[in-house]
């Protein structure tokens, strides 16, 4: 039976997504959104798959002499697998979730997506040097003790029950597709016989035929069996073998479920501390190149003269239009204080490149502080994400905005992904007086919380919140609460609906995280989230967001945002003052 078979076994009676830890709750949609920090970014290259290369994609043409008509899903599979025969991994991993979504009971379109994200995962791993280093340095044993840990997490908290001969099937083709990747080949297996390399592949799953999968014990013997004969047969290290083991079991039980690598789990605490070592910028992966969303004040970028709207077409001599762009983008990711060389092309159409240091930079979370009618004092703030200083720097905009006599407040969460549940929560908590604001359910008691508004400190000015298609996680929890209390008024499009909590573990045995769905969420109504998102109540269809770049790089006025323009009409017949209670 191939991959794609056995896959497609699985799907059929897999768990259906759904989506606080005892480490810090987090809340974020990684591939949902293409937008990112100037650390983050998926790669994608590879070489042919062997005999997985029917399986993976080709081409289809349709002749017009005979039109073959496809529905809906057979219309999405076969764009998919296109982008799949560009190896365009990134790309195919967000087009099925989106047309997961139309589709939700395709079994086709899930097992594409899970070999799109094992494909598109062995990549950016292999260009991580620090899981390339703890590849040269951990033992096979040390290894094993990693996925023993991760095993007992998923076991004990992760927010569906665990199927461990799923979790099995899933590391074993996660180690198949690196076999066939040209990142993990070169590094791993340079001197080995091709063919011998791929009749390993093509047999490792024949080799587990008949190994149990009762229990997670079972699996940590099946995987260092699979290490010892992969080290005896092609010289290949045991560490590497049990690692793919472990990624692949752990990235495809969800979309938001992954393994962190040292330098990936240090990122994660300093974006919810609020800062990171990089250049800088917001980013938004284009077909072929990078638009920059936004450049962070005083940070690396801005003193080399980078402003937004302005697009990256190559870093460090790799081109855009030569590698996916998001690969492009995972090579500003590097040691704090080394450089990165960056080509620019400016809104004029001119090139530069540029030598930019990689520094921690402070992420501002609360931005475009003004008055969109001044007339009717109608104030304005966009929250980009929520982490831990988002409480305080959203009070400090309130604070500004009514020493100038506001009367009524917007607040934009479009293209937010999400950040902290507790962020979310106490931002609610200052337009709420009372009230539930969220639930979480688990499958562990202990991720079951109800969380309740308290009146003192409950900012009483009419409100408008914007939200549209990449509001999610933490957005929605906000978004959800203040539509469900009819605090004030939800306007844009319908939120992307990722109602789900991640815990971030650190594991013991070595620097791995793991960052683990553990609960689901739901609005205060008792609504999920998850797939639902969030539904305006006045529905405007998306436009530019005021003061972010066009495609031609030209900053978006006020009149031109559609939806803040509906939101601020909205709001400005109620002259209300704002005041404290």
């Given at each position: 039976m191939d991959l794609v078979a056995r896959l497609n076994n699985l799907s059929r009676c897999r768990n259906r997504l759904s989506l606080p830890a005892s480490a810090v709750i987090l809340i974020q949609s990684f591939l949902a959104t293409g937008t990112a920090t100037a650390q983050?970014?998926?790669?994608?290259?590879?070489?042919?798959?062997?005999?997985?290369?029917?399986?993976?994609?080709?081409?289809?043409?349709?002749?017009?002499?005979?039109?073959?008509?496809?529905?809906?899903?057979?219309?999405?599979?076969?764009k998919g697998r296109e982008l799949e025969a560009n190896r365009m991994w990134g790309e195919a991993?967000?087009?099925?979730?989106?047309?997961?979504?139309?589709?939700?009971?395709?079994?086709?379109?899930?097992?594409?997506?899970?070999?799109?994200?094992?494909?598109?995962?062995?990549?950016?791993?292999?260009?991580?040097?620090?899981?390339?280093?703890?590849?040269?340095?951990?033992?096979?044993?040390?290894?094993?003790?990693?996925?023993?840990?991760?095993?007992?997490?998923?076991?004990?908290?992760?927010?569906?029950?665990?199927?461990?001969?799923?979790?099995?099937?899933h590391g074993t083709a996660a180690l198949e597709v690196a076999l066939s990747e040209e990142k993990f080949?070169?590094?791993?297996?340079?001197n080995a016989d091709p063919a011998r390399v791929e009749n390993f592949r093509q047999t490792i799953h024949h080799k587990l035929q008949?190994?149990?999968?009762?229990?997670?014990?079972?699996?940590?013997?099946?995987?260092?069996?699979?290490?010892?004969?992969?080290?005896?047969?092609?010289?290949?290290?045991?560490?590497?073998?049990?690692?793919?083991?472990?990624?692949?079991?752990?990235?495809?039980?969800?979309?938001?479920?992954?393994l962190l690598s040292p330098m990936q789990l240090d990122e994660m605490f300093s974006n919810i501390e609020g800062n990171f070592v990089g250049l800088g910028l917001e980013l938004k992966a284009k077909a072929d190149c990078l638009q920059i969303l936004s450049v962070i004040e005083k940070g690396p970028a801005e003193e080399m003269g980078i402003r937004g709207g302005e697009k990256i077409i190559a870093v460090?001599?790799?081109?855009?239009?030569?590698?996916?762009?998001?690969?492009?983008?995972?090579l500003l990711r590097g040691p704090e204080h080394s450089y990165a060389a960056v080509t620019i092309v400016g809104v004029d159409g001119n090139e530069r490149t540029?030598?930019?240091?990689?520094?921690?930079?402070?992420?501002?979370?609360?931005?475009?502080?003004?008055?969109?009618?001044?007339?009717?004092?109608?104030?304005?703030?966009?929250?980009?994400n929520f982490q831990k200083t988002t409480t305080r720097d959203v009070e400090r905009a309130l604070w500004d905005l009514q020493r100038q006599k506001m009367r009524s407040l917007i607040i934009d969460v479009r293209g937010n992904p999400g950040g902290l549940l507790s962020a979310a929560v106490e931002v609610a908590d200052r337009f709420m007086s009372d009230g539930r604001i969220l639930t979480t359910r688990g499958r562990n008691v202990r991720e079951n919380f109800d969380y309740a508004a308290h009146r003192p400190n409950t900012w009483n000015v009419p409100l408008a919140v914007l939200i549209d298609g990449d509001s999610a996680s933490a957005s929605e929890i906000f978004a959800g609460a203040i539509a469900d209390s009819g605090r004030g008024v939800i306007v844009g499009e319908t939120s992307y609906g990722k109602g789900s909590v991640q815990g971030i573990f650190r594991m013991q045995s070595?620097?791995?995280?793991?960052?683990?769905?553990?609960?689901?969420?739901?609005?205060?109504?008792?609504?999920?989230?998850?797939?639902?998102?969030?539904?305006?109540?006045?529905?405007?269809?998306?436009?530019r967001i005021a003061a972010r770049p066009d495609d031609e790089g030209r900053l978006t006025l006020d009149a031109e945002d559609a939806v803040l323009q509906k939101a601020a009409e909205q709001l400005s017949g109620r002259n209300m003052i704002s005041r404290l209670p």
């Open positions: 983050e970014f998926p790669a994608t290259d590879s070489r042919s798959p062997g005999n997985l290369t029917s399986q993976v994609a080709s081409p289809v043409a349709i002749t017009e002499a005979a039109p073959i008509p496809v529905d809906g899903e057979q219309s999405a599979i076969v991993i967000r087009h099925y979730e989106k047309a997961s979504r139309d589709y939700p009971e395709s079994t086709s379109l899930y097992q594409r997506m899970v070999i799109s994200r094992l494909h598109h995962d062995v990549n950016r791993r292999y260009q991580d040097q620090s899981y390339l280093a703890s590849i040269r340095e951990m033992s096979t044993a040390q290894t094993l003790d990693v996925y023993s840990e991760i095993l007992a997490n998923l076991q004990t908290h992760y927010v569906e029950d665990v199927d461990w001969a799923r979790v099995q099937v080949v070169d590094r791993l297996l340079a008949g190994r149990s999968t009762a229990t997670r014990f079972d699996l940590r013997a099946s995987a260092a069996f699979v290490a010892a004969e992969a080290e005896a047969e092609l010289g290949l290290s045991g560490t590497a073998v049990v690692l793919e083991f472990l990624s692949g079991a752990v990235s495809t039980l969800d979309p938001y479920t992954r460090d001599g790799v081109r855009t239009d030569e590698e996916e762009p998001g690969y492009v983008a995972d540029i030598n930019v240091q990689r520094r921690r930079v402070e992420v501002p979370c609360v931005e475009n502080v003004h008055f969109v009618d001044p007339v009717n004092r109608v104030g304005y703030l966009r929250l980009t070595a620097k791995f995280g793991l960052c683990l769905t553990t609960a689901k969420f739901y609005s205060p109504s008792g609504r999920a989230i998850s797939h639902n998102g969030v539904v305006p109540t006045v529905p405007v269809p998306a436009t």
